[in-house]
């Protein structure tokens, strides 16, 4: 990236289902997931795709924003999440932009009132320091002078950041979640996306902090993947029953030969209201070692002491070869039970 570009504002907005739901999967995704947005090559400043022309690879600091019409107030930037920028990948007239997930941004004292008011006046300061000609392109090369320079991760700063998107009435429909508990999983990377592992036979808990500004009964949370390798033991289907909450998804891991990427999808709907939203969370099962050296090791063992019964020679003690003959056999049904 060029010396001249240290940070970028990557915007989303009302315009179309899509970008809505890239501001609902940015917060409710875990930290240090891997997510994308894709822009026309028309909408870079000519600074920016200079800098990315040759396929960048990371990392740079940016901030997802959603701007859009809040009907009382007028139009407004509402910063969203926190991310690193880790490639940019030119494909026909679109470039690429590749993420991972970081902290929620703070707002500073000059949006301390969280009203909408605030936040158009913070947004017009904002918007006045870039040049006339690129205000309305979504990806911006400048700081916001109202988000602070701390982040967190803890559910008061995503809870403050999702009442202000409340305020537009494109976000009335749905619950906002937030995906929390992968502090008990292993963030792994592997070809430039990131992957959460969680060992075979065992279970995880992942909490789904939930919000919506208005009551209502009619949502559902419905949860899928390859249930083969995945099992969602405490149910499939959860029904979301009040406007704040937390509720607990226990994630089982089944016994696998061999190292297998699955992913898990959060399904959000209203039936009343005909709308819906979906992301996913990608896992790595892993068969640990333990598993490994009972599964492998162990038969291997029985096996090489049942054949070493041909070593011990016509002269060997009857009692011994009989010891070992035994021990080679448990050895291997052990392995074999294992499997099981």
Known sequence: MSKNIDFLALL????????????????????????????????????????????YVGPISALVC?????????EAIVPVRWVQITRVKRVLDFYVFYFELGDFPKFNSQF????????????????????????????????????????DYGSETWLRIVRTLSMHSAFSGLHFVRLSGEDKLTLVRDKGQTRFRIDAGSYVSIDVEFYSEEFNDDEMLELSGDETII??????????????????????????????????????????????????????VRRPFKQFFVRMIVPTAGGLMLASRSFFGGDADPILVGAVIVVGALLIGAGVASRR
């Open 66 to 74: 959603f701007r859009g019409n809040f009907v009382k107030n007028g």
């Open 231 to 284: 099992r969602f033991a405490n149910g499939r289907s959860h029904r979301l029953g009040s406007r704040y909450d937390l509720l607990p998804i226990l994630v089982e891991a089944k016994h696998v030969e061999a190292q297998t990427d699955v992913d898990v999808f959060f399904r959000l709907s209203k039936k009343r209201e005909n709308v819906e939203f979906e992301f996913s969370v990608p896992l790595r």
């Open 12 to 55: 989303s907005s009302d315009r179309r289902p899509k970008y809505l739901e890239d501001i609902y999967a940015c917060l409710a995704l875990p930290k240090g997931a891997s997510y994308r947005f894709r822009y026309d090559a028309s909408y870079l400043p000519p600074a920016v795709k200079e800098a990315v022309k040759d396929e």
């Open 112 to 151: 301390s009132d969280g009203s909408g008011t605030a936040l158009t006046a913070c947004s017009k300061d904002y918007l006045s320091q870039i040049p006339q000609g690129l205000r309305q392109l979504p990806v911006v090369a400048a700081r916001m002078g109202y988000v602070s320079t701390n982040t």
